[in-house]
């Protein structure tokens, strides 16, 4: 293992949960099992082999290692990785790419796809991402990841393997699409994001940011940013139907500790031992 940036890491079920996250020094995460990252503002040699990511906005803490990344897998000799961002930063991105295959007289292969709110993404056979608006200085995205599962229609649940197979070759669809919410990120952004996206607080995980903690930060100043405070989280825990909640993304004003005793003092059950500090 080639430790050239850190990362934490987290087990819950079937996932596991890869990341590092401060605010104004860089974010990314990656999701092994649903073969996807989430930002780029640093690329751990590890992250490498995942080919498929997901950025939320373009300030550089989320996206400065994009080139970085593309030329290794290029230097590596690997295929060209398909990355998701907002469609406002694509121009940019673009012009930036081309400036640093100048710089680095090297080619930086890559499937740059633009996505807006309410856009859906194929990942695979039994997985699908949605995208969705989140409240940010910049144009900003989150991301649902939902596992696809077919469903017997109630009308057939009475009938025999042997029926229901005849029927699916005769051509009739004895099955519906059922969507389980497996993964939610928001990236940053205001509580706006979690409130307008209602299906964020459902999914099994949700990885969201904690940006300030203290009490004397002004939560208004706070969502005029696009950030979110402690206080936030605090007036909508019964809102947060996850079975993990990863607050991460904190500021740089708190050190672990200091971050850890405002939080555990304002909410001590942490939503039910449900809250991790990515800390």
């Known amino acids: 293992m080639l430790e050239n940036a850190p990362f934490l890491t987290h087990k819950h079920q079937q996932l596991t949960i890869e990341g590092?996250?401060?605010a104004a020094v860089?974010?990314?995460w990656r999701i092994p099992e649903l073969r996807i990252g989430f930002d780029l503002g640093a690329q751990p040699w590890d992250f490498m082999g995942t080919a498929v990511w997901a950025i939320t906005h373009s300030h550089l803490?989320?996206?400065a290692a994009l080139p970085v990344y593309l030329a290794r897998r290029r230097m590596m000799k690997m295929?060209?990785?398909?990355?998701?961002?907002?469609?406002?930063?694509l121009p940019a991105v673009e012009a930036m790419l081309k400036s640093f295959q100048r710089l680095d007289r090297g080619r930086l292969p890559g499937e740059l796809i633009a996505v807006d709110p309410g856009d859906e993404v194929e990942l695979s056979r039994e997985l699908v991402m949605t995208v969705h608006a989140t409240t940010h200085t910049v144009p900003s995205v989150g991301y649902i990841v939902w596992e696809r599962r077919h469903k017997l229609k109630p009308e057939y649940l009475q009938l025999t393997g042997p029926e229901i197979r005849d029927l699916r070759l005769s051509g009739v669809a004895v099955s519906s699409e059922v969507r389980l919410p497996v993964l939610a990120y928001t990236g940053d952004t205001s509580p706006s994001g979690l409130d307008n996206n209602p299906d964020m607080l459902r999914a099994q995980v949700l990885?969201?940011?904690?940006?300030?903690?203290?009490p004397r930060h002004r939560k208004e100043k706070i969502h005029k940013h696009g950030h979110m405070h402690?206080?936030?989280f605090i007036e909508r825990q019964a809102a947060?139907?996850?079975?993990?909640?990863?607050?991460a993304h904190f500021s740089v004003r708190y050190n672990s500790s200091q971050a850890t005793?405002?939080?555990k003092k304002k909410l001590p059950d942490m939503l039910g031992g449900r809250l991790k500090l990515w800390l």
């Open 20 to 22: 590092y996250s401060r």
């Open 26 to 28: 860089q974010s990314y």
């Open 61 to 63: 803490d989320h996206i």
């Open 79 to 89: 295929e060209a990785p398909r990355v998701y961002l907002p469609s406002h930063s």
């Open 207 to 214: 990885i969201t940011e904690m940006t300030f903690v203290a």
């Open 230 to 232: 402690l206080d936030d």
């Open 240 to 247: 947060f139907e996850n079975q993990l909640v990863i607050a």
């Open 261 to 263: 005793r405002y939080i």
